[in-house]
């Protein structure tokens, strides 16, 4: 038993270590635009999206960047506007 709660509290500390501290404004369900039109505007933008989903208000995106790097971002479900965790910085563009 010992063993599980270990198990459940580290994967829960590993999840919340990787997603930082990071949410959204409440937007509203009918303002909220489709995660698919997400999807369809990264893949224009060069990304490579495995999964879309929600979290904490944001719409969360695993995949490849438009430079093929491995990438977990977040982006406001109204705007499409990318949010960063707390602490951390877009990379300058090259």
């Known amino acids: 038993m010992k063993l ?3 198990l459940v ?3 829960l500390a590993s999840t919340a270590f990787a997603h930082g501290n990071v949410s959204c ?3 509203p369900k009918e303002e909220k635009k489709p995660q698919m039109e997400l999807q369809k505007k990264l893949e224009g933008e060069g990304w490579k999206v495995r999964k879309v989903q929600n979290y ?3 719409y ?3 995949g490849f960047d ?3 790097k491995k990438a977990e971002a977040f982006f406001n ?3 499409f506007e990318r949010v960063y965790p707390e602490g951390e910085q877009p990379e ?3």
């Open 92 to 94: 300058a563009k090259k």
């Open 9 to 11: 509290l580290a994967t």
């Open 60 to 62: 969360e995106v695993y």
């Open 77 to 79: 479900p109204k705007t």
């Open 66 to 68: 438009g430079q093929g």
């Open 4 to 6: 599980i709660a270990s």
């Open 56 to 58: 904490n208000g944001c």
């Open 25 to 27: 404004p409440a937007v």
